[in-house]
């Protein structure tokens, strides 16, 4: 082999070394970006594009899964440096909400199997990470105050919820515990709701009232926004199940009500996040380029879409609709442009290497 061909291999190595390496633990948030949107277009009836978008997230996930093994496996420190910064421990939720998104797309197609096994997963990442969470955000996080104001916390609220929902979707499969299941998506719908009234205190203390950057305002805010979203979406789903607990059916009435007010609160949000991005990027001029962030903005346009959608069923009002049939293509446009910013970067990348490889 000639150097030039060693050379290129090295360098090859070395570059997707690196990619493992600084693996950022949010990027399943791409999944769960790529998966609402292809579970909305499944409801709104656009099959089609719905598979597509399926096809694409099963090899995201894939990749992306066997990315975060190989950087367990080589890179222990890192994880576990990642793991025990109080700001970057709740990314790894996204993991966990990506699972669910992808295991109802697959559910929605008959893989109940995998849906439920998928689901499984899901929960004890959930457990095991819902803990080490909160003992991080105790023992180790000295800020005076939680400073959330890119919205990274919420996302243990987002995969809270997920895993409700992709309990109550694989219910039907458990058999005779198919209750119990819906009993427990009961349960973590109300955990996600009451974590997100505790950090959403803070969350406006925050932002309200105290000094905000423009560089403070990341697409993570959004967030916000998809939290209150996708709690409409798992509350609207219980409304919607049929149940033979008559415990569940006489708290259904409480259980519509929150829902009401989770979608009012995220359809509230929308105009001031805007807000927000037209005073960063248009009054203060900070460039618009592609980050990984920037799925956690795709993923609550996808979810507001979803939810609109399932709201518009369980309260029989079917002028939501019009809300979900209108957001689901904002999302999928915004879905396309977030795509192009990370073509656009692994490509520049890409030739970078490449005419390192070629240079003598």
Do not use: K
């Amino acid at each position: 082999m000639s150097s030039s061909h060693v050379s290129s291999a090295t360098g090859w190595r070395d570059w997707c070394r690196e990619r493992v390496a600084t693996l950022f633990p949010g990027y399943f948030a791409l999944v769960m970006a790529t998966g609402i949107i292809a579970n909305a277009m499944w409801f709104e009836g656009h099959r089609d594009i719905s598979d597509v978008l399926l096809a694409l997230n099963v090899v995201a996930y894939c990749a992306l899964f066997l990315m975060t093994v190989a950087r367990l496996i080589a890179f222990p420190r890192a994880v576990w440096r990642d793991l025990s910064e109080p700001r970057l421990v709740f990314a790894f939720f996204t993991l966990v909400a990506a699972t669910d998104v992808l295991g109802v797309g697959l559910s929605l197609r008959g893989f109940a199997t995998i849906a439920l096994l998928m689901w499984i997963g899901a929960l004890l990442v959930w457990l095991a990470l819902i803990y080490l969470g909160f003992a991080i955000l105790i023992f180790v996080n000295t800020a005076e105050r939680a400073d959330i104001i890119f919205g990274g916390w919420l996302i243990a609220i987002v995969a809270t919820e997920a895993v409700a929902i992709h309990g109550v979707v694989v219910a039907p499969s458990l058999g005779d515990a198919a209750v119990l299941a819906v009993l427990f998506g009961h349960m973590l719908w109300g955990v996600g709701v009451v974590l997100y009234a505790i950090f959403m205190v803070q969350f406006t203390q925050r932002i309200f009232f105290a000094d905000v950057r423009p560089q403070d305002v990341t697409p993570l805010l959004w967030v916000v926004m998809g939290a209150a979203a996708i709690s409409t979406n798992a509350g609207a789903l219980l409304v919607l199940t049929d149940t033979s607990s008559s415990f569940l059916l006489t708290i259904r009435p409480f259980v519509g009500g929150v829902t009401l007010v989770m979608w009012g609160w995220a359809t509230w949000w929308i105009p001031l996040l805007v807000i927000f991005g037209i005073w960063t990027h248009g009054v203060h001029r900070l460039p618009l380029t592609y980050t990984p962030l920037f799925w956690g903005l795709v993923f609550p346009l996808g979810m507001y879409a979803l939810a609109s959608l399932r709201l518009s069923h369980a309260a029989d009002i079917p002028a939501l609709d019009s809300v979900s049939r209108v957001m689901v293509w904002i999302a999928l446009a915004a879905w396309t442009l977030t795509s192009a910013g990370l073509a656009g970067v692994c490509w520049r990348q890409l030739r970078q290497l490449g005419s390192a490889a070629t240079q003598p």
